[in-house]
């Protein structure tokens, strides 16, 4: 049973290049969630998705922006890339039905450095 | 908003020592707690989690936690740390009507031989 997959595992862009990141849910879970990890700190969430459409989302501008697909597969874009932007990007999936007492099952994680 | 706080950003043990790692958090509804590790170049891998049966909670590799309300802490413990504990432990709360989970900072366990 594989577990939630993510891909790149690393890149590096520039400055204003844009940016995207797959994840495949762990198989069973229809939601997704994208948190973003700087070096040193916690997880922060940026949004979650489930039946194709966003339903939560963090404090994150609108450069960063997300797609699910019918298959549950998720994807992550990051427009007009900032130093800051560099961190770990971690896909969690869950099955829908267990919002109140589920834990989130992570990716690996993309590893993004902008220079 | 809830809010997570892990005191100490680097915890240093002996191998057979005691492991404590502190975590309080704040929540306006009784919260569900959980508490994940993540080794180097990984993702996060859930320890336990609490949501609200027993206050006492077992994980895996002899991790437990227990939920104070009147503290509102939730620490982490093990009886005899292992070389392989070395990790970032982090602590998250999320609420029951909520989706997301929020993080603490972490904390970097350390055994020493």
């Known amino acids: 049973d594989a577990g939630v997959t993510q891909s790149p595992t690393h890149l590096i862009k520039t400055r204003g290049q844009q940016v995207t990141l797959r994840c495949s849910p762990k198989?069973?879970?229809?939601?997704v969630s994208w948190y973003q990890q700087a070096l040193g700190q916690g997880p922060q969430f940026i949004f979650q998705?489930?039946?194709?459409?966003?339903?939560q989302r963090g404090n994150f501008p609108d450069r960063f922006s997300g797609h699910q697909f019918p298959n549950y597969s998720s994807e992550l874009n990051v427009n007009a890339l900032l130093l800051g932007d560099s961190a770990l990007y971690l896909c969690?999936?869950?099955?829908?039905?267990?919002?109140?007492?589920?834990?989130?099952?992570f990716g690996e994680g993309s590893r993004l450095t902008v220079l | 908003a809830q809010s997570v706080t892990q005191l100490g950003s680097h915890v240093s043990v002996s191998e057979g020592a005691l492991v404590l790692l502190r975590c309080n958090y704040s929540?306006?509804?009784?919260?569900?707690l959980f508490w994940y590790v993540q080794y180097p170049n990984q993702g996060l891998q859930l320890l336990l989690k609490y949501t609200s049966a027993a206050t006492l909670v077992k994980g895996i590799n002899g991790f437990e936690a227990e939920f104070k309300k009147s503290e509102t802490s939730f620490h982490l413990t093990k009886p005899s740390a292992h070389m392989s504990d070395a990790a970032e432990y982090f602590c998250?709360?999320?609420?029951?009507?909520?989706?997301?989970?929020?993080f603490g900072p972490g904390t970097r366990l350390s055994v020493l031989p």
């Open positions: 969690a999936s869950s099955p829908s039905g267990t919002e109140n007492t589920g834990e989130l099952f």
């Open positions: 998250a709360v999320r609420d029951p009507y909520g989706q997301n989970f929020v």
């Open positions: 198989s069973g879970h229809d939601t």
């Open positions: 929540s306006s509804v009784p919260p569900y």
């Open positions: 998705y489930y039946e194709e459409e966003e339903r």
